[in-house]
T-cell receptor, first 112, second 115 residues
Framework: QKEVEQNSGPLSVPEGAIASLNCTYS??????FFWYRQYSGKSPELIMS????GDKEDGRFTAQLNKASQYVSLLIRDSQPSDSATYLC????????????FGPGTSLSVIP | DTGVSQDPRHKITKRGQNVTFRCDPI?????LYWYRQTLGQGPEFLTY????????KSRLLSDRFSAERPKGSFSTLEIQRTEQGDSAMYLC?????????????FGPGTRLTVL
């Protein structure tokens, strides 16, 4: 069974701290990895995509990928209350780059 | 606004009725996905299209669900004989597949309530 797992949370961090969100996946052939943010009652919005091992930075966000460990993470620096949302990890499944599978999401709360 | 639109945004129906949702993807995107999401869960894959071809349908999807994408443009998702368990947010996403990239952009969703 191919799966994407995330800590359900909720994860609470104080404003200005670093929030660390983790995701593991079960299929070694997965090639594409995505982080989405979803505010309550809204649809997911793309934050970052990552395809290669290592770090990818975009503003306050850093995605980290380790394919050997089947692990992808998202770091949010200088967390703001507006970052409070559910963060979804998504993995593109299979060698033919078929459908994307989403994890259950991690709820983040940034405390002012 | 990602450029993906869905209609209607909300639908309330009685059990046993049929409902149809529409999704208009970003115009140059060749792939279109349908997901279902319930409270506290991630989006659950239902089906997807590459242009007009339906490539996969989730085994979780009963025969009451059908989707089409005529001419590879907009798509419709129909649910026949709705049940209370069908109450959920139905999300559409589109992407332009290039090599290994399949970055999806979501529409605002259609929230279905079955009474």
């Amino acid at each position: 069974q191919k799966e994407v797992e995330q800590n359900s949370g909720p994860l609470s961090v104080p404003e200005g701290a670093i929030a660390s969100l983790n995701c593991t996946y079960s299929d070694r052939v997965s090639q594409s990895f995505f982080w989405y943010r979803q505010y309550s009652g809204k649809s997911p919005e793309l934050i970052m995509s990552i395809y290669s091992n290592g770090d990818k930075e975009d503003g306050r966000f850093t995605a980290q990928l380790n394919k050997a460990s089947q692990y992808v993470s998202l770091l949010i620096r200088d967390s703001q209350p507006s970052d409070s949302a559910t963060y979804l990890c998504a993995v593109n499944w299979g060698t033919s780059y078929d459908k994307v599978i989403f994890g259950p999401g991690t709820s983040l709360s940034v405390i002012p | 606004d990602t450029g993906v639109s869905q209609d209607p945004r909300h639908k309330i129906t009685k059990r046993g009725q049929n409902v149809t949702f529409r999704c208009d993807p970003i115009s140059e995107h060749n792939r279109l996905y349908w997901y279902r999401q319930t409270l506290g869960q991630g989006p659950e894959f239902l089906t997807y299209f590459q242009n007009e071809a339906q490539l996969e349908k989730s085994r979780l999807l009963s025969d009451r669900f059908s989707a089409e994408r005529p001419k590879g443009s907009f798509s419709t998702l129909e649910i026949q004989r709705t049940e209370q368990g069908d109450s959920a947010m139905y999300l559409c996403a589109s992407s332009l597949v290039k090599g290994i990239t399949d970055t999806q952009y979501f529409g605002p969703g259609t929230r279905l309530t079955v009474l």
